[in-house]
C-alpha cells in the first residue's frame, strides 16, 4: 500500500478526512502513483496534472522521504520506504507571492 498525504483543499474535493493509501501495480513510480490516485478519486483528474499533458500543474509539489520529486521525470521510481509504506508520498500545494 503506498500512502499519499493530500493538501487540505484536494482532501476536501476527493473527500478524504486523512491520507489515502492506494495499491499501485508495477513499478512505483510518480506517473504510477497520480495514474492510481486520479483512478480512484476522479474528482482529482485535472488538479494535480493537466488534463491533456498530464504534466504537473504550477504550485503542486512532490516529496517522498523529504526529497522533492517535482522536477523530476514522471517515470522516476519512489524510494523504498514509500513502496513499502513506511513514508507517505506527499502531494503539496506550494505558495507564493512575497
Do not use: W
Not at 513510480?29 to 493537466?50: F, M, Q, W
Amino acid at each position: 500500500m503506498i500512502r499519499v498525504v493530500l493538501p487540505y483543499h484536494l482532501r476536501t474535493l476527493a473527500r478524504v478526512e486523512a491520507e489515502v493509501q492506494l495499491e499501485v501495480e508495477g513499478p512505483v513510480t510518480v506517473r504510477s502513483v497520480l495514474d492510481a490516485l486520479e483512478a480512484r478519486y476522479p474528482a482529482l483528474r485535472g488538479t494535480i496534472r493537466d488534463h491533456g499533458t498530464l504534466k504537473r500543474r504550477p504550485f503542486v509539489r512532490f516529496f517522498a522521504c523529504k526529497e522533492d520529486l517535482s522536477l523530476e521525470p514522471p517515470e522516476t521510481k519512489l524510494p523504498a520506504e514509500v513502496v513499502s509504506g513506511t513514508e507517505p508520498f506527499l502531494i503539496v500545494g506550494a505558495m507564493a507571492g512575497g
